[in-house]
């Protein structure tokens, strides 16, 4: 099949530039080859779709791909998770369907990261509010995760099944629906609707006042915003908190809290430091 100089479109040049990436030998793919990487042939093998048909998307003929046709390039490929997103969006102008797989840990640069900020208490939680990493901080000011099983870090099981952490929270019921709302347009956001069934079904059992806030269907968002601790010794802490996305891992995310005044800052240190 001959090869063209040129590609007409953005999606052409990506797929060109990939597919010249790639080592015949690795494949099993032998014989003498004028330019390096796989013939078109070779990919459109792997992707298990029509020779012409590849050619064609290399060449900007033919109209759009499928989002099947496209996972199958990405496949054939062997497109990073940022490659295949950038061949949907060269192709179809949108980003690839979510599908939701539930992270158990961290990086240990990411934990480095909350490890740096000793005297803000900061989390690492899933799209369905797992909390998979925290600091010293975290521990001390907010929940001691460590010490519970892993399947009852999750900040909403928390919040409607722990009375620590309800006690802790100054004003629990606006809490409650906040968190709710929140952790609804979450896992909607990265296609978790599957794997939170168990989680609301249960919490809906068992607690009447997360199934009237489940019921009533509303979304937020959690930027940033404040927070009210009630602690037994040092009393009420005003936090501040913000959250950041996690480059690369649209299923994570993470929540910094930081002392809302000078005196809950003094609090802070002082809870820190006994």
Request: charged share 25%; glycine share 6%.
């Amino acid at each position: 099949m001959t090869e063209r100089s040129s590609t007409t479109t953005p999606l052409g040049a990506f797929l060109r530039d990939r597919r010249a990436r790639m080592d015949p030998a690795s494949f099993g793919f032998g014989g003498r080859r004028r330019t390096p990487g796989l013939r078109r042939e070779e990919v459109a093998q792997r992707a298990n779709i029509s020779p012409t048909w590849y050619t064609w998307l290399e060449q900007g003929r033919g109209g759009s791909p499928s989002a099947d046709v496209l996972d199958r390039l990405a496949k054939g490929l062997m497109l990073t998770e940022p490659e295949r997103e950038h061949l949907f969006l060269l192709a179809l102008g949108r980003p690839p369907a979510v599908t939701y797989s539930r992270p158990d840990h961290v990086t240990p640069r990411l934990q480095r990261v909350l490890d740096a900020l000793p005297n803000s208490p900061a989390i690492i939680k899933t799209a369905t509010w797992d909390v998979i990493a925290w600091n010293a901080a975290a521990a001390r000011l907010l929940t001691d995760y460590g010490s519970l099983p892993r399947e009852e870090r999750n900040v909403l099981r928390l919040i409607f099944t722990n009375p620590v952490a309800r006690t802790a929270q100054d004003d629990w019921w606006n809490v409650a629906r906040y968190v709710v709302g929140a952790f609804r347009a979450d896992a909607a956001r990265a296609g978790a609707g599957a794997e939170i069934k168990a989680l609301v079904d249960e919490l809906s059992r068992i607690s009447p006042e997360f199934e009237s806030l489940w019921r009533e269907n509303d979304v937020a968002s959690h930027a940033d915003g404040m927070k009210r601790l009630r602690h037994p010794e040092h009393g009420i802490i005003e936090l501040e908190f913000s959250a950041f996305a996690v480059e690369g891992r649209p299923d994570l995310g993470m929540l910094v809290y930081n002392p809302a005044t000078p005196e809950a800052a003094r609090r802070v240190a002082e809870l820190l430091s006994a």
